[in-house]
């Protein structure tokens, strides 16, 4: 259930949000909503803020009080603000005073401090008659003698405004599940079982009551007739009907006769959204659940069988608000329903709106729980104040903006990594295997798993070019590449930081393929599948291999690319893949000055002897000794010597940035294929010239 979809919260504890400040929204709230952040971030505000809103209390039996609630940080500005402007009253009256004047300093104070929480709410049903979505707002200010008061959107009926917020439960779970918490709980239950009864006119303890009483007072009648003999008072022994105060010793026993209050923490917890369901189950309220911490005292195997049980049941019925910490709950993906998927999958159900109406149309107990994570954290620029920030899938931002949530990635990974260990055992167990052969198999996985872990630049390679477009080069060393990049751009780096700047400032990734073949075989493989949502560039050098496996890539994989050459040899000839928005090959851009050493490889000619070392300046290639003449026929060229190839970051990261002027054309290229902003990669010709050390 998502009837809550967004949240706005204004000078309530850690949140500002008040004018010149950036606004606390919390948007696009799904049916679980987890929310973490580093320890006193403000995660747990966000709890307290709808605890508020809706049961007028911090946390259980905690009301609102102004002196802690107010936004500490924005009573210190008011101040602060109130102080500055004070001496500028009392100067301006000082000036006006020496002139002849007599007035006085104005009384300057606060302006109202106002505490405001929003919600916006989903209402596809119409419930009391209001529209499908608005907003109730909740202020606690001078105004009202910080009470709380409600405002609504527009003109909406305050009315049926009242009912619909009456019709809503708000349970809030604080992180600490003492014994006072579990009190309160329980009496939460007992009222629960007495109203439900009640309701039915079959209230089976208020029955019982008082067959006690009955019971009571024939057993004690001597006892009382005594009492009233020697004080003239009458008197006897009552059960209440409701039973409340007598469930007050409610003592919950566990097996082995073992109370549940001397049970281990985790034992303990577990009741909790039990018991929340069993009071929740039946009601026709709109049941939101504000829960902090959940995995609080148990070990991780119970922890996802508590998040499954978050996912696939209770958030079926409920919104729930989750604080956490743990990569279970941070971990936790929308898992579709087969119905759901089935649609999802349906050829003949096409476009999103199509699938999404469809998928409306589904029934509750065949929807999956839609989810959202938060990331909660104080920004130092605004005397940290808390802000919210919505996780989203392949956000190459959210590193940058979420270190402390870095482990969303591991998290999923590790998650799914379990899973399959989990079936794996299961498998080995149920196989009629010996001890010795099961310890075998054992063996075997421990090495294939401490082989994975140990591949962690595989894995980097990975997210990297999941977020960034793909150039695979021929050679092994690629360092010229991000040289000539770095420089047309005018971006500074030392020799020792080049790949690092590369990362951080290039588009695309690049990878090497130590070789011609082995481009042309990567440009060449027999389906696409894995690439759908990457972009791919394969380059060759304008040389004979280089275009001998350019030009027959269509024999390579008959059918998968399209037969003409498009482009030109000064801004790069290339071809593109059919079937596949953004799979090209391409031969090195070739500047006026080296055009006699390459063939017309349209006319199938590949006799060419351009690499791309030789866009570097001439001049300074021979200047530094890096490369040797070589002649064919009438042809003379230059050719990089094979053992300074290692050595480019040491020979080329000194030289200016007009020595490599030829690179323009050929990223130029890059750019236009991949789709990339041009301002992203255009060379930079009011840079400094780069002279690195």
Request: proline fraction near 2%; include cysteine.
């Amino acid at each position: 259930m998502d009837i809550i979809s967004k949240i706005e919260i204004k000078h309530f504890r850690s949140f500002d949000g008040g004018k010149d400040q950036e606004k606390v929204r919390i948007e696009e709230l799904k049916d679980i909503n987890v929310f973490s952040g580093s320890n006193d971030s403000g995660k747990s505000n966000v709890l307290r803020a709808l605890n508020l809103f809706f049961n007028n209390e911090i946390s259980p039996g905690i009301r609102f009080e102004k002196e802690r609630d107010f936004s500490k940080i924005v009573s210190n500005r008011f101040d602060k603000d109130i102080e500055e402007r004070k001496k500028i009253e009392n100067e301006r009256v000082r000036l006006l005073n020496e002139s002849g004047g007599n007035e006085k300093p104005k009384d300057l104070r606060r302006s109202d401090e106002v505490i405001s929480i929003k919600l916006f709410f989903n209402n596809p049903t119409k419930q009391r008659g209001l529209p499908t979505e608005f907003w109730i707002s909740r202020t606690y200010s001078q105004k009202n003698s910080f009470q709380g008061d409600y405002s609504y959107q527009g003109d909406l009926n305050k009315a049926q405004t009242t009912a619909f917020l009456k019709n809503f439960q708000f349970e809030y779970i604080p992180a600490i599940k003492d014994r006072q918490f579990f009190n309160h709980l329980f009496t939460k239950l007992q009222t629960y079982l007495f109203e439900k009864g009640d309701k039915s006119k079959k209230n089976r303890f208020r029955d019982s009551s008082e067959k006690f009483n009955e019971i009571l007072k024939t057993e004690t009648d001597e006892l009382f007739e005594n009492f009233k003999n020697s004080t003239g008072v009458e008197a006897s022994f009552h059960i209440p009907s409701t039973l409340v105060d007598f469930f007050r010793t409610l003592s919950v026993m566990t097996e082995n006769e073992i109370s549940l209050f001397e049970r281990g923490d985790g034992v303990q917890a577990r009741f909790i959204p039990e018991i929340l369901d069993e009071i929740s189950k039946n009601s026709t309220k709109n049941i939101i659940w504000g829960f902090e911490e959940p995995e609080n005292s148990y070990e991780s195997k119970n922890i996802r069988k508590l998040k499954d049980e978050f996912q696939f049941n209770y958030s079926r019925k409920y919104q729930i608000f989750i604080t956490t910490h743990t990569m279970e709950f941070l971990a936790i993906k929308r898992a579709f329903t087969s119905e759901e998927q089935s649609i999802i999958d349906n050829k003949k159900i096409t476009g999103q709106l199509r699938k999404t109406e469809a998928l409306n149309k589904l029934p509750t107990t065949k929807k999956s729980s839609d989810i959202a994570i938060y990331r909660v954290w104080k920004n130092s620029d605004t005397n940290n104040t808390s802000l919210v920030t919505r996780y989203i899938e392949n956000n190459n931002t959210w590193e940058d903006l979420c270190d402390d949530l870095g482990i969303i990635y591991e998290a999923r990974i590790i998650e799914s990594l379990q899973k399959n260990i989990e079936r794996q055992i299961l498998e080995i167990n149920s196989a009629n295997l010996t001890l010795i052969q099961q310890k075998q198999i054992y063996k075997e996985l421990n090495k294939d798993y401490l082989k994975s872990i140990e591949q962690l630049e595989s894995a980097k390679n990975k997210i990297e070019e999941l977020q960034k477009p793909i150039l695979y080069v021929e050679d092994i060393y690629e360092a010229i590449y991000k040289i000539g990049f770095l420089k047309c751009k005018g971006i500074e780096f030392q020799k020792e930081t080049l790949d690092n700047v590369f990362a951080e400032n290039a588009p695309f990734v690049i990878r090497r393929s130590g070789g011609a073949g082995s481009v042309g075989g990567i440009l060449s493989m027999t389906t696409t599948d894995g690439y759908d949502d990457k972009k791919i560039i394969g380059l060759f050098d304008y040389d004979e291999e280089g275009c001998k496996n350019f030009y027959l890539l269509k024999n390579r994989c008959e059918g998968a690319w399209n037969d003409p050459i498009l482009g030109d040899k000064r801004t790069g000839l290339y071809k593109k893949r059919k079937k596949h928005n953004c799979f090209y090959s391409l031969l090195l851009p070739i500047p006026e000055r080296l055009e006699s050493l390459t063939s017309d490889i349209k006319s199938g000619a590949f006799t060419s002897f351009v690499e791309i070392e030789n866009l570097i300046n001439l001049a300074k290639l021979q200047e530094l000794n890096c490369v040797e003449t070589k002649s064919i026929l009438d042809k003379t060229y230059y050719k990089m010597k094979e053992s300074l190839k290692p050595k480019a970051v040491e020979k080329f990261s000194n030289l200016p940035q007009e020595d490599f002027q030829d690179f323009i054309p050929l990223f130029d290229k890059i750019n236009e294929l991949f789709g990339i902003e041009s301002d992203q990669i255009a060379t930079n010709t009011n840079a400094q010239v780069v002279t690195n050390t």
